[in-house]
């Protein structure tokens, strides 16, 4: 019997990557699965002018007098899941100007956080009987996926089938079109097509884990703000409407494994069932540096058998 650990939506939140790490050991777990959207959204600029650092986080202004202050600083930072760069005025002033320029370094920190990231979990994983999967979220950029391939103890596990514990898994970070047109996004027929050529890779789908990031449509896993023609939540936030995947609905009702994965939905943490799968969201408090789970017993034969949603 495999106990597995599934996290997801991270968003580049070094404290949730250490407690994901570190999950194995304190939950006894097996199997490690991170379910999508690794990396950060935001960069967050440190101004150093005239001996003293100024930064702004989370809507409060700091003024930092001293190279440890700095660091606090940047801790903190990557603590909510972005990224700090140094600068002066006036390389703020050449960003702002530069688009390119900005994306270039945006894609470098992020590079450098995935590196350091990377050796983390080979120096946490090494020499232990846990494996651990990563699968890149819609969010998450594709050069992502060539970071994850050279580590050592990490295995990338988008668009494969693998085996946990005699339990085929499939997974994929790909979801259905959303508002903001992110990296990984494709059509209802696209991502239903994405799934069904993994599926028909399984010895015995009934007996699988589908891995899937976006949730289930109408599944109540999948229930997001209501947002208005400007993207703004209506009804300060509290009109819900479900956005998951028909797609992703069609496959496990089709193929009704034993368990799926998903993520993509913070607000949406919960599980339910559609038919014979269990399905699960554990949901995202990343910003708050909050782990949510799902600790999931699974058996080869007879499926799975506990699971619980937790905190750490």
């Not at 570190?22 to 699965?33: C, H, K, P, Q």
């Not at 703020?92 to 956080?113: H, I, N, S």
């Not at 080979?122 to 994850?148: A, M, Q, S, W």
């Amino acid at each position: 019997m495999a106990r597995i650990f599934f996290a997801t939506d991270i968003y580049g939140s070094e404290v949730c990557w250490r407690k994901f790490l570190n999950a194995g050991a304190f939950y006894d777990a097996s199997v490690l699965i991170l379910g999508g959207d690794m990396t950060g959204k935001a960069l967050v600029p440190l101004v150093q002018d005239r001996g003293r650092t100024e930064a702004e986080l989370a809507g409060d202004r700091f003024v930092l007098e001293s190279e440890e202050a700095v660091r606090e600083m940047e801790a903190r930072i990557a603590a909510r899941g972005f990224y700090s760069v140094r600068v002066t005025p006036g390389e703020v002033t050449e960003l702002q100007a530069d688009p390119e320029k900005l994306d270039a370094l945006f894609t470098e920190r992020m590079g450098a956080t995935l590196e350091r990231w990377v050796a983390m979990a080979d120096e946490k994983l090494r020499g232990r009987d846990v494996r651990c999967f990563v699968c890149p979220g819609n969010d998450d950029r594709f050069d992502v996926d060539d970071r994850i391939r050279s580590a050592a103890c990490i295995e990338l596990a988008e668009g494969r089938v693998v085996e946990v514990d005699g339990v085929e898994m499939i997974s994929t970070g790909w979801s259905n079109p959303t508002p903001w047109e992110t990296h990984r996004e494709c059509s209802e027929e696209d991502l239903g097509a994405r799934i069904d050529q993994m599926v028909g890779l399984l010895r015995d789908p009934a007996r699988a884990i589908f891995n899937l990031h976006c949730p289930p449509y109408g599944s109540k896993l999948d229930e997001a703000p209501a947002l208005d023609a400007d993207l703004r939540p209506m009804y300060g936030g509290q009109a819900l409407r479900p956005v998951g995947s028909t797609a992703v609905r069609d496959v496990i009702m089709r193929s009704q494994p034993t368990l799926s994965l998903h993520g993509h939905i913070h607000e949406s943490r919960g599980a339910a069932r559609l038919g014979r799968t269990l399905a699960l969201n554990p949901g995202s408090s990343y910003e708050s540096g909050v782990l949510h789970g799902a600790l999931v017993e699974i058996d080869a034969q007879r499926g799975v058998r506990s699971y619980m949603l937790v905190t750490g």
